[in-house]
Nanobody, 124 residues
């Protein structure tokens, strides 16, 4: 079982920046994929960005050009750098992971085996 521990988040003014990190307790020697999702009150959890150990990266349209996802060289720490934050970016941000590669259906929550506890990001 892979444990995901998130850090970062908090309150930020519109136009500001914040960074989230998530460390996995283990990953396989072959493909491993990590992603960030977010959930605002009353809304479904949505994919924000994903990355795999083969270098594939995907972003949701709403964050393209503002957010950057990266995976460190161990393949176990994923970082989400968020710039030009907007009030609509507010929500609980969850780290997710799965063995294997980043799929075309990467925003499907059912594709991920492991989840972090979530961290709040508030933009106001």
């Amino acid at each position: 079982h892979v444990q995901l521990v998130e850090s970062g988040g908090g309150s930020v003014q519109p136009g500001g920046s914040a960074s989230l990190s998530c460390e996995a307790s283990w990953r396989p020697d072959y493909g491993f994929c990590m992603a960030w999702f977010r959930q605002a009150p009353g809304l479904e959890r949505e994919g924000v960005a994903g990355v795999d150990t083969d270098g594939r990266i995907r972003y949701a349209d709403a964050v393209k050009g503002r957010f950057t996802i990266s995976l460190d060289n161990t393949g176990k720490i994923v970082t989400l750098q968020m710039n030009d934050l907007k009030p609509e970016d507010t929500g609980i941000y969850y780290c997710a992971a799965r063995t294997g590669w980043l799929l075309a259906d990467w925003k499907n929550t059912n594709e991920y085996e492991f989840w972090g506890q979530g961290t709040q990001v508030t933009v106001s």
